[in-house]
């Protein structure tokens, strides 16, 4: 689907805990990383710049299902499910490409915010207009 973007990582050494597994902190950073990958190709990031506005995290929920290891080659899926009027939400899978095992799905709040005043701001439809929205549905 165009609509839901991969990103691919491959789980480096140190992402390995204690425990033998990837530690649950990276799962965060590669949601954001990405989302802002996503951005940046359907050209929002530009289009939000050029508002004045930036996105910042709410809040975000993670579900981990199975352990990832180091040298495991990870599909991070993820979509934009819908707009409100300062809000959106992303969602996420991770699947290890080795054996298609879904590692955890996870999603977050982004809030539009100006630049200048740091306050939530309306989204404007031409921002809305670069993701084509996946209903609950089609997700992947």
Wanted: proline share 4%; with cysteine; charged share 25%.
């Amino acid at each position: 689907m165009r609509n839901v973007y991969q990103y691919l990582v491959t789980v480096p050494e140190e992402a390995v805990d204690t425990n033998g597994h990837v530690n649950n902190v990276h799962y965060v950073q590669w949601m954001q990383d990405a989302a802002i990958s996503h951005s940046e190709k359907a050209q929002c990031s530009q289009l939000t710049a050029s508002c004045g506005a930036t996105w910042v995290v709410r809040a975000h929920r993670i579900e981990y299902l199975r352990p990832a290891f180091a040298n495991d080659q990870i599909s991070v899926l993820t979509w934009v499910s819908n707009f409100r009027k300062v809000r959106s939400l992303r969602k996420y899978k991770f699947v290890r490409v080795s054996d298609g095992a879904i590692l955890a799905q996870g999603e977050t709040d982004w809030v539009f915010v100006d630049l200048k005043s740091a306050r939530p701001k309306v989204i404007p439809d031409e921002v809305k207009t670069t993701f084509e929205l996946v209903p609950e549905d089609k997700e992947p």
